[in-house]
């Protein structure tokens, strides 16, 4: 039903006419609305592009497990990645078939019409299997993901499109299809290599794109994959930048590079077939597939992946005939001294004459501001991420203390604070639980919900301090680890997270009890004390373990201080 278009694979887009825009705008007043998250945005992106053409549109659940089962649509289409809206239970009971309704970005700009065909719940553990391969989600993030953060109701239904999601950076770079197809007419490319990354590219992949382009004797179209970025996330602004000086290594007139709105799975084969289906409706004639594509783990510092080696590769060249498009394995490089170049690492007889660097070890020599080597990277691109990304000594960090009530973490944060701010290199922000709770979460109650959105609330503004290469203190029980591991992961996309744990025994918080906490808990007069009848989950990964019980804060502020000094966030 959604394929049944009369539309060429090159039509521009689902973008309707200005006149039937403007009446589906009056209509609309009454029409019930939806706001999509950031991941949404990307499907409906591609889908309003044509990208993901020939569907016009959300699946239904026919088109749905037609899919799952054999990875096509009930026309027999290849189409190997179900493309549904998920929504709460709550917004599925005011959508009914035969509705439609506004689709929304966040800030409540609307994009487009979904006539609501089908509203239907999917058996999300048969979903994961057919992605994923397993429904396991400590073996598979793509599986925690499924269950975790998509809505349990799927909606499947026609799109009228009026406007494509806004971008206002780098524009240019994000091409639809059929502005993809105008410029390689105009440059006169008919052999196209597609090549599509997320990742930071250097010297190793020059040199297999090169090898790769030589082979097929194209041209390259490198797609840097990037989800909505969100308001003053800086990561994607600098990759591209990377990306922009990555392509000046090649000849000129050589490669284009665009940005393509994917919200990645990592479902390994599947997903890299359906990539190959997107990159088709470019233009492309070629694609490259490496031997670990959309793995969960490629790209780590393991030699364990996910899925069988090359089975991605597999799996599209089964269906290149099908889909019109030539498969090239991407051959891993490794750099040979002796000869100064980089060599297909299948041809290297003694595996121990190859240079290597692993991901881990240049991002602690980025941390650190030790040099890399000129034969990993270009310089251009290492001075992008030095100025973004600066050694630990410029970086914005944070301090989470934790530990139980009396433990002594308001002290040591006054301490810290105090001895950091006489160091001037940064400005230094204290986030001390009562001072949070009393600014920022003083509607909040002690239920362990609100205690998570507590926390939740110190990282966003610890990551805002640590993003704008600030000192935040941080000071707060934070009973739970589940949201102290959100916390670490919030910031440490911006600079270091310092869990410090304050591992002081009960007993002597008791003795201490400044605030009668206790005692109260002790005689029945208050509930939901941590460590009384409330629990405290120790940290099972603090960076750094204080027990106060026999030392003076000048001494815990002194361990604290000596950690960041070998860490190298403080000289």
Known sequence: ????????????????????????????????????????????????????????????????????????????????????????????????????????DPEGFMLAVLHVEECFRPDKRREAQALFGTDNPDLHPGVQHLFEQTGPVLIGG????????????????????????????????RNIIAFQSENVLHRAEREMLFAAAREAGASLFLQLIIEQPKLGDVDHFVLVRCFQEFVKTFPKNMVELGILPMATLKAGPREA???????????????????????????????????????????????????DISTIPLRPMGYIEEKAQYVVL????????????????????????????????????????????????RQGFTLFITGLSGAGKSTLAKVLFIKLSEMRGRPVTLLDGDIVRENLSSELSFSKEHRNLNVKRIGFVASEITKNRGIAICAPIAPYEESRRAARDRVEKYGGFIEIFLSTPLEICERRDRKGIYAKARAGIMKGVTGIDDPYEKPTSADLNIDTSNISPAEAAHDALLFLREQGYIF
């Open 1 to 104: 039903m959604l394929t049944s278009l009369n539309n060429s694979a090159y039509s521009e887009s689902l973008i309707v006419h200005i006149r039937r825009a403007d009446n589906l705008r009056k209509e609309s007043i009454d029409f019930p609305s939806l706001k999509l998250n950031l991941r949404q945005l990307c499907d409906l992106e591609l889908l309003l592009n044509r990208a993901c053409y020939p569907l016009a549109g959300y699946l239904c659940r026919k088109e749905y497990e037609s899919v799952l089962d054999t990875m096509r649509l009930c026309d027999s289409t290849l189409w190997p990645m179900p493309i549904c809206l998920d929504v709460s239970e709550k917004v599925a009971e005011g959508i009914e078939p035969g509705m439609p309704v506004a689709i929304r």
């Open 346 to 393: 299948d041809d290297i007889a003694d595996p121990t004459t190859v240079k290597s660097l692993s991901p881990a070890e240049f991002k602690r020599r980025l941390d650190t501001d030790l040099e890399i080597p000129e034969w990993y990277s270009y310089p251009e691109i290492i001075n992008e991420l030095r100025l973004n990304f600066p050694p630990r000594s």
């Open 273 to 323: 077939l359906w990539r190959a289906i997107l990159q088709k409706n470019y233009g492309v004639s070629h694609i490259c597939i490496a031997e670990d594509q959309c793995d969960p783990y490629s790209g780590m510092d393991t030699n364990d992946r996910f899925y069988p080696k090359g089975e991605a590769l597999r799996l599209v060249e089964e269906y290149e005939e099908e889909i």
């Open 158 to 189: 026609r799109l009228e499109g009026l406007h494509l999601p806004q971008h206002y950076d780098f524009t240019d770079l994000r091409l639809a299809p059929w502005e993809a197809h105008r410029i390689f007419n105009k440059k006169g490319w």
